[in-house]
């Protein structure tokens, strides 16, 4: 079975959004913004079908651990860009734009070629063929 979509909170709901559309090409559906409650959120689509969905909602706190912070849990999103040198030119104009690349393009243990940048957020985004 697929998986349908993942979600992630944020209090920088456009921020966020805009970093995905502008470096993913994903396509961002209209806001949801209910009017009987304090709620916003974007579906983002891949286009293999996959999405995002980001949700912001005043009372959901920060935990207040940092950009990359590492704790359990779901740890990244990884994104396939089709080439080696999608990879390198991504990573590249990520780190010229002032994101902080956590893991510079490299080939893993396990085979995969792979660099890891932090969104705006700092969720960890794995960049791969």
Known sequence: MPIEHVALWTANLE??????V???????????DPDDRPFESYFLSFSDGARL???????????GLGA??????????????GSRERVDALTTELDEAGYTIAS????????????????PDGNRVEITI
């Open 15 to 20: 921020e966020l959004k805009e970093f995905y």
């Open 22 to 32: 502008r470096y993913f090409g994903v396509t961002a559906g209209e806001k949801y």
């Open 53 to 63: 969905e980001l949700m912001r909602r005043p009372d959901i706190a920060d935990p």
């Open 68 to 81: 990359g912070v590492q704790t359990m849990g779901w740890t990244h999103i990884a994104i396939s860009v």
């Open 104 to 119: 510079p393009a490299r080939t893993t243990g396990d085979g995969y070629y792979e660099s890891v940048v932090l969104d």
